[in-house]
């Protein structure tokens, strides 16, 4: 699978002050926190979700690597447990002051 040029600027973005990648089979050189830091945005901004046992360095090695991880990938839209629950049904009181026929409070 060719990697998009969006998931390429941001690897390049986080590789600092490495170079840009240029070879598919070039080493990315990132580390743990790079890698999950890699799929919080690919699962938030391209809706792909990276199962825990996908999470092996061996996935994250090159560009051509992490292509061949994300053909098997579908773009996934937000679900509905992204929203909040429903509020209907639950019972709102008000605090309405009554008052008597002289004006005072009851």
Not at 45 to 62: K, P, Q
């Amino acid at each position: 699978m060719e990697i998009p040029q969006k998931i390429k600027d941001y690897i390049d973005s986080n590789r600092l002050p490495l170079p840009p990648i240029k070879d598919e089979d070039e080493p990315l050189q990132i580390d743990s926190l790079a890698i999950v830091r890699l799929v919080a945005f690919l699962e938030t901004d391209l809706g792909i979700v990276v199962e825990d046992e996908e999470l092996i360095a061996e996935n994250f090695a090159t560009l051509r690597s992490l292509g061949e991880l994300l053909a098997t990938k579908m773009p996934t839209p937000p679900t509905e447990k992204a929203k909040p629950p429903a509020q209907e049904g639950i019972p709102t009181f008000s605090a309405k002051r009554e008052t008597d026929r002289s004006g005072a409070e009851t």
